[in-house]
């Protein structure tokens, strides 16, 4: 090698080594680390709480109400799956059967009627449903974590004496938000409510609104000043029934097909001032709230419902034999059963850590994103491997493998699309470094 040549690789590397991050100049212990990495000091506790407990670890509550739904779905909710799937319309019974349960008032508190649990109760009952149905999971989803949540936490002494108890015993909630050109890009809805002495008129139109066929009242999100933006965003509290208020065939559906999902239309529907919940212009910061809550129920309903399929398919692959032997001894498919697995106890941890911040009051937005994120992207793997391993059979209607693989996909895209959940990790990530 000429001098020149080495003068002139020596100079590129000085200059190369020059705009290298001031991060990586040296092997220093990096300025700033992931928040969520780092460990906190253990809270005070009474006795009758579950201190540095494993995750699986349930108090008594919260373990005799797993165990009470796991029930209920075995008994009154499994005989009927197929047919609501078929039919895409859920049996009353099973709808009474919630309420009869008190399972759609998770968390209200018993003056209201409801049940008075904790949040994490909400994400075990979510889950266990959803090991036998998602559709129905998401009836008591929807109603626990963003319905009811959203009631108790801005509504008015008056709204919650009023709507909280029937919501506990008899009538389903309906979250509309979603409209034909807000979908991932929520707050660029069109509908708008006019002031018109004291009540509201709201025209539009909203779309993909889960539970509308069944629902008694609706929480409407409607501009009510188009030039502040999504800073006009106000929730509206509007009764089934309402004049003008249209709902319109629900969508044949892939999955979840016994969960109603429709349009809805608004022309000239009168709500009173009164039934604005929380204060005007301030939707948005519900909206977000509420699903960033959401989320960790919609992470629930994912890992529940692969979990059930996983644990239809495993006694399966034991007992089918192939080649003289149990398909579930080759080698290739325990890995492929072992990985599975392990991703489900992965999607299960950050579900119930995501949950636990919930309750104990502290940032959740992230691990609830990656919650939703993982779970949703776990229970299609899931759902597909477990088709793949019980074969022919696996791939029919006399099987319910395939109807855990179509009400999968929807995890990826309600409540958040996966990227958007990728958005919000990443910016985290960013602002903690």
Request: hydrophobic share 40%; with cysteine.
């Amino acid at each position: 090698m000429s001098a020149s040549l080495a003068f002139g690789l020596l100079r590129r590397s000085q200059l190369l080594r020059r705009n290298f991050p001031s991060c990586l100049t040296s092997w220093k212990i990096p300025p700033h680390v992931l928040k969520s990495s780092q460990s906190e000091a253990l809270l005070k506790h009474t006795t009758s709480e579950l201190p540095c407990a494993p995750l699986h670890m349930f108090s008594d509550e919260e373990r005799l109400m797993q165990e009470m739904v796991k029930k209920f779905a075995q008994d009154q909710v499994a005989p009927l799956v197929s047919t609501m799937d078929e039919n895409s319309k859920m049996e009353e019974s099973v709808i009474q059967g919630l309420f009869q349960q008190g399972l759609m008032g998770i968390e209200t508190d018993a003056k209201y009627g409801g049940t008075g649990a904790s949040f994490f109760s909400s994400i075990l009952v979510i889950e266990e449903l959803a090991k036998v149905d998602a559709s129905v999971s998401l009836i008591c989803d929807i109603q626990n974590t963003i319905v009811n949540k959203l009631l108790m936490k801005h509504g008015t002494e008056e709204q919650k004496d009023t709507y909280l108890p029937i919501l506990a015993s008899e009538k389903i909630g309906s979250f509309c938000l979603s409209e034909a050109e807000a979908g991932s890009d929520s707050f660029a809805l069109k509908t708008r409510a006019s002031k018109n002495g004291d009540y509201y008129v709201i025209n539009g139109s909203k779309m993909w609104i889960s539970n509308a066929e069944h629902a008694g009242l609706f929480l409407v999100f409607a501009n009510v000043d188009p030039s502040l933006g999504y800073k006009g965003i106000t929730c509206f509290l509007v009764e089934g029934g309402s004049e003008g208020l249209h709902i319109g065939k629900a969508e044949n559906k892939m999955g979840i097909r016994a969960s109603s999902t429709c349009p809805l239309t608004f022309e000239n529907v009168k709500v009173p001032e009164t039934n604005i919940l929380g204060q005007i212009g301030h939707g948005y910061k519900y909206a977000i709230g509420s699903l960033n809550e959401g989320r960790i129920g919609i992470a629930a309903q994912m890992l529940g419902l692969a979990q059930g399929c996983f644990d239809y398919t495993i006694p399966y692959i034991k007992e089918r034999i192939q080649f003289g032997k149990r398909i579930f001894d080759f080698q290739g498919l325990q890995h492929q059963v072992a990985h599975v697995a392990t991703q489900l106890e992965a999607a299960r941890l950050l579900t119930y850590n995501a949950a636990r911040l919930v309750e104990a009051g502290k940032p959740f937005i992230k691990e609830a994103s990656m919650a939703k994120y993982y779970a949703s992207e776990i229970s299609g793997i899931t759902t597909s491997k477990c088709i793949e391993w019980m074969g022919g059979v696996g791939y029919t209607k006399n099987f319910p493998v395939e109807k855990f693989f179509r009400d999968s996909k929807i995890g990826t895209i309600y409540e958040g699309a996966s990227n958007i959940q990728l958005n919000t990790i990443a910016k985290f990530i960013d602002a903690d470094y």
